[in-house]
């Protein structure tokens, strides 16, 4: 286990935060590697799933940005450092591993007339995430399953739907969508509570707006952690608290429907079929 980092640092630098919050691009401090499954409006490496990123030698890497489910996994191969993150998380209890940047919803973009339901993304002009929770998540949300779903014939009938689909995958959605390669897209987006109820938001540029499934939607913790064999961790916390308020490159902000799902940690038996599904389908999708 790695020695644990200054609070007092980590306190200090978050005072100071804000003014580089609403910069466009930040450049890491420090010459830090780092490694995101979200796209971020500075250097980085992108890994759209985060299983992917998991196979990987974290060791490359001075930063990480993982969903929590990914950072549950992490604690439990006993690959991070110890920071000082917020205590009182159900996957970090103490708070000793992580520390929160945003939730996300999986959620419907579109230019022009907006979607009715996640059947709009089974067709051809339609963009999804290279990322196999959140295309699997979809899939089962469509046929009125749990994004967390276990159940191997569950699994079986979306794995179906997908091969029929035959899913147009990209690393980033909603650039893909912005440039005109597509009408709809599925792709996570920074949520906020304290936003009004509303069906669809839209960002003014370009006439395309974002939308919750009417089946439902996953929610998506993001979290900063640091793998233990960073050797930068001192300016990895720097840079954490420099970005607590930065805007990411996404098209609009929503409210967290009360209807969306969290992602969640899955047994080995399922996450071995999921990986087995997405393979099919990355195969057919290339």
């Known amino acids: 286990m790695g020695t644990p980092l200054h609070r007092r640092t980590f306190l200090k630098l978050s005072a100071a935060g804000a003014a580089l919050g ?23 490496r992108h890994f759209p799933d985060a299983e992917m990123l998991l196979t990987r030698r974290l060791d490359a890497f001075d930063l990480l940005l993982v969903p929590a489910y990914a950072a549950v996994e992490l604690i439990r ?5 110890l920071i000082p993150g917020p205590p009182g998380r159900a996957h970090d209890p103490d708070g000793a591993y992580t520390i929160p ?14 979607p009715r339901s996640l059947d709009d993304l089974w067709r051809a002009d339609a963009l999804w995430p290279d990322s196999s929770r959140l295309v699997i998540g979809a899939a089962l949300l469509r046929r009125g399953y749990s994004p967390n779903d276990t159940h191997s014939g569950h699994l079986a009938q979306i794995e179906k739907d997908l091969l029929d ?24 987006v920074p949520a906020a509570l304290d936003l ?3 069906g669809a ?4 540029r370009g006439g395309w707006g974002v939308r919750v499934p009417a089946e439902g939607a996953a929610l998506i913790e993001y979290d900063w952690v640091i793998p233990f064999g960073s050797g930068n ?25 009360h209807s969306a799902i969290p992602f969640t940690p899955l047994p080995p038996a399922a996450l071995a079929q999921r990986a087995q599904i997405w393979v099919r389908v990355k195969r057919l999708s290339a």
């Open 165 to 188: 689909l035959r899913p147009r995958l990209v690393s980033d959605p909603a650039a893909g969508l912005r440039s005109g390669l597509g009408r709809f897209a599925l792709a996570p």
């Open 77 to 81: 191969r006993n690959a991070l450092r």
């Open 196 to 198: 009004p109820p509303v």
């Open 233 to 257: 961790s001192e300016a990895a916390l720097s840079f954490i608290a420099n970005l607590q308020s930065a805007i990411l490159g996404s098209p609009s902000t929503i409210r967290i429907p």
């Open 201 to 204: 938001v839209s960002d003014g």
């Open 101 to 114: 940047y945003l939730t996300a919803v999986s959620a419907l973009l579109y230019r022009g007339a907006p």
């Open 22 to 44: 609403a910069a466009a691009y930040l450049k890491p401090l420090g010459g830090l590697a780092v490694a995101s499954t979200l796209p971020l409006p500075f250097p980085h």
